[in-house]
């Protein structure tokens, strides 16, 4: 069983930058993939970015590439979503994944992103 606990949400101007954190508790967590996805209201939850295991490989949507960086740090268990030139279209609940080896998958809470314009 992993918990995911994610923070850094809020409201920020257009233009501007927030980091998203998640905390993540229980099994290994270096053997978890992690990704983050979000839900707008109104609509589906989409894929945002994800990371493999070791931080090497990662993979965006197209609708942040350049602007958001995932990233992770296996001592600390967390994994990081730094997004940048944020836009209006971006406000969203920005829920924290992680993908076990047997496909076992968790999410967290989710952490509200409103960016103005």
């Known amino acids: 069983q992993v918990q995911l606990v994610e923070s850094g949400g809020g409201l920020v101007q257009a233009g501007g930058s927030l980091r998203l954190s998640c905390a993540a508790s229980g099994r290994r967590f270096s053997n978890y993939r992690m990704g983050w996805f979000r839900q707008a209201p109104g609509k589906d939850r989409e894929f945002v970015a994800r990371?493999?295991?070791?931080?090497?490989?990662?993979y965006y949507a197209d609708s942040v590439k350049g602007r958001f960086t995932i990233s992770r740090d296996n001592a600390k268990n967390t994994v990081y979503l730094q997004m940048n030139s944020l836009k209006p279209e971006d406000t969203a609940v920005y829920y924290c994944?992680?993908?076990?080896?047997?496909?076992?998958?968790?999410w967290g809470q989710g952490t509200q992103v409103t960016v103005s314009s």
């Open positions: 994944n992680g993908v076990g080896p047997s496909a076992s998958n968790y």
């Open positions: 990371i493999s295991t070791t931080g090497i490989n990662t």
